[in-house]
């Protein structure tokens, strides 16, 4: 069984950066292709970013293409998301995810094992 646990939330301000992290145990974290995703109240869970095995492939949602990377360490089985120039509306409980299928995955059915969430929230 594969264990996410996510890290890295606070509060900022408009225009400030975060580094989120998400430290994966109990399974072969380099055969996982990996996702963000995040959710407001009242709002279904919003993908984010995906990157695949070795890092060979990322993909990002548009609202935050540019702004946002995601980056992985297979040697500490973990996965980060920098995000820069953070708005108000990118505030949200953000999600790591795991997913057993190969290929940039931005549907959240498609993930199998899901951490608990870390707030990130934007003053503006």
């Known amino acids: 069984q594969v264990q996410l646990v996510e890290s890295g939330g606070g509060t900022v301000q408009a225009g400030d950066a975060v580094r989120l992290s998400c430290a994966a145990s109990?399974?072969?974290?380099?055969?996982?292709?990996m996702g963000w995703f995040r959710q407001t109240p009242g709002d279904e869970r919003e993908f984010v970013a995906t990157?695949?095995?070795?890092?060979?492939?990322?993909y990002y949602a548009d609202s935050v293409k540019g702004r946002f990377t995601i980056f992985r360490d297979d040697a500490k089985n973990t996965v980060f998301l920098q995000m820069n120039s953070l708005k108000p509306e990118d505030t949200a409980v953000y999600y790591c995810?795991?997913?057993?299928?190969?290929?940039?995955?931005?549907?959240?059915?498609?993930?199998?094992?899901w951490g608990q969430g870390t707030q990130v929230s934007v003053s503006s």
């Open positions: 990157i695949t095995w070795a890092g060979i492939w990322t």
């Open positions: 995810a795991a997913s057993v299928v190969d290929g940039t995955q931005n549907r959240e059915d498609a993930y199998d094992y």
């Open positions: 109990g399974g072969t974290f380099s055969r996982y292709v």
